[in-house]
């Protein structure tokens, strides 16, 4: 199966969910990236498609872009670009354990 947008993840019962960096946006924020999630999973159940058949991650990058222009709209582009470095600054942390956090100044 495709991977998730950084904003979503898999919960331990298979549901997806918003990343932890999203709880840290406001509340109406949130609820954006939850709708947007929602639709997100919705869209890319419609088509049906096996997540083998190469036309399923074509759906998947599609849908993907699109939430993403949605989600730029509705938070603006300041708080999009925040979520975005933020959620590359948490996938990378995830995918290199072996690398510390360094405080910040």
Not at 50 to 78: C, F, H, S, T
């Amino acid at each position: 199966m495709a991977p998730l947008p950084l904003a979503l993840t898999k919960g331990t019962d298979g549901a997806t969910r918003v990343t932890p960096v999203v709880s840290s946006l406001p509340s109406s924020a949130q609820t954006t990236v939850a709708e947007l999630a929602t639709q997100f999973a919705d869209t890319i159940a419609s088509t049906g498609l096996n997540p083998e058949d190469p036309a399923y991650l074509e759906a998947w990058i599609d849908a993907a872009k699109y939430n993403d222009m949605l989600l730029k709209q509705r938070l603006g582009v300041v708080a999009w670009q925040k979520l975005k470095a933020e959620t590359a600054q948490q996938a990378y942390r995830e995918a290199n354990p072996q690398f510390e956090e360094v405080a910040q100044p």
